[in-house]
């Protein structure tokens, strides 16, 4: 995550016990709004719902809890962004916000190897044409999306993430998109959800749980666990491709992956591209196979 200081002004709306808390960052240099007209403070809640904005009072976000909320601040605001900015349905139109708005967050830090994911991505897809693929990270659904645009007019893809406020800004973004009927999003991990992930594929499929592709993008300390697990339970077999991506991108953790040394030591995986990105970093497409 881009680093900022602890002591600049955070502001948040803090909700009544009966409501969950509504978190809203501001920049140092905004000064923080009052809650809201009295007409609003003098209207009872209507339909038992209690309204944050009367009940709330505000408070400075502490050292503690402000780099929260600046972390789920951004992702609301790309979902206000990209609905205020684009018509719903255009796919297209939905990924150039979606770049613009991280390319303006980071002030362009990382465009270039991402440019390079994003091509390799959806020459992949075509290349291969998946009939069925899984995201392991959705974030906010940009990949998703970009998997979705690149698949045969059958093919499905099933997202799993860890965040459930991601999740649902991701959910809420592909539907705007339009990709609501190609991308299912499930939330939780590889670990905790499998039953429900095969659940989700064999249904794509009309049987197998077999993936065609899938796309590590979650946390990179997991990459080779999830996919011994996935392995494991079948999800991945023969002619699977799996890409992964260990750069550090500007608001990642800088956990490292040992993707690329275990797929390269590992007789089912035949490594078919590697891209090197930054420093020991890269991009890595390989394929799994039976080995005899």
């Given at each position: 995550?881009?680093?900022?200081?602890?002591?600049?002004?955070?502001?948040?709306?803090?909700?009544?016990?009966?409501?969950?808390?509504?978190?809203?960052?501001?920049?140092?240099?905004?000064?923080?709004?009052?809650?809201?007209?009295?007409?609003?403070?003098?209207?009872?809640?209507?339909?038992?719902?209690?309204?944050?904005?009367?009940?709330?009072?505000?408070?400075?976000?502490?050292?503690?809890?402000?780099?929260?909320?600046?972390?789920?601040?951004?992702?609301?605001q790309l979902l206000v962004h990209v609905i205020s900015s684009v018509k719903e349905g255009d796919l297209e139109g939905v990924l150039c916000a979606?770049?613009?708005?991280?390319?303006?967050?980071?002030?362009?830090?990382?465009?270039?190897?991402?440019?390079?994911?994003?091509?390799?991505?959806?020459?992949?897809?075509?290349?291969?044409?998946p009939s069925i693929c899984l995201e392991l990270g959705t974030y906010c659904g940009y990949s998703a999306l970009r998997i979705a645009k690149n698949?045969?007019?059958?093919?499905?893809?099933?997202?799993?993430?860890?965040?459930?406020?991601?999740?649902?800004?991701?959910?809420?973004?592909?539907?705007?998109?339009?990709?609501?009927?190609?991308?299912?999003?499930?939330?939780?991990?590889?670990?905790?959800?499998?039953?429900?992930?095969?659940?989700?594929?064999?249904?794509?499929?009309?049987?197998?749980?077999?993936?065609?592709?899938?796309?590590?993008?979650?946390?990179?300390?997991?990459?080779?666990?999830?996919?011994?697990?996935?392995?494991?339970?079948?999800?991945?077999?023969?002619?699977?491709?799996?890409?992964?991506?260990?750069?550090?991108?500007?608001?990642?953790?800088?956990?490292?992956?040992?993707?690329?040394?275990?797929?390269?030591?590992?007789?089912?995986?035949?490594?078919?591209?590697?891209?090197?990105?930054?420093?020991?970093?890269?991009?890595?497409?390989?394929?799994?196979?039976?080995?005899?």
């Amino acid at each position: 995550m881009a680093t900022f200081s602890a002591k600049a002004s955070r502001w948040c709306l803090q909700a009544s016990r009966r409501a969950p808390a509504v978190v809203t960052p501001a920049t140092s240099h905004v000064a923080p709004r009052s809650l809201a007209p009295a007409s609003l403070l003098a209207a009872p809640p209507r339909r038992g719902i209690v309204n944050a904005e009367s009940t709330g009072a505000v408070v400075r976000v502490d050292e503690q809890n402000y780099k929260t909320a600046f972390m789920y601040g951004r992702e609301r605001q790309l979902l206000v962004h990209v609905i205020s900015s684009v018509k719903e349905g255009d796919l297209e139109g939905v990924l150039c916000a979606m770049d613009e708005f991280w390319a303006h967050q980071f002030g362009m830090k990382g465009t270039q190897t991402w440019t390079i994911r994003k091509d390799m991505l959806d020459s992949t897809i075509r290349e291969k044409q998946p009939s069925i693929c899984l995201e392991l990270g959705t974030y906010c659904g940009y990949s998703a999306l970009r998997i979705a645009k690149n698949l045969p007019a059958n093919g499905r893809l099933v997202s799993v993430e860890v965040d459930p406020l991601f999740s649902a800004i991701a959910t809420k973004i592909i539907e705007y998109a339009g990709m609501a009927h190609k991308v299912k999003v499930v939330t939780g991990t590889v670990e905790t959800r499998m039953a429900r992930l095969k659940a989700c594929l064999a249904q794509a499929t009309g049987g197998s749980a077999r993936c065609d592709f899938i796309l590590c993008d979650h946390s990179k300390d997991r990459f080779v666990p999830d996919l011994d697990l996935l392995e494991q339970a079948g999800v991945v077999g023969e002619g699977t491709i799996v890409m992964g991506d260990t750069t550090i991108y500007p608001g990642d953790a800088t956990a490292a992956s040992d993707l690329l040394s275990h797929v390269a030591t590992n007789s089912h995986y035949v490594v078919k591209e590697h891209r090197g990105t930054e420093q020991a970093y890269g991009i890595t497409v390989c394929e799994w196979h039976y080995m005899v």
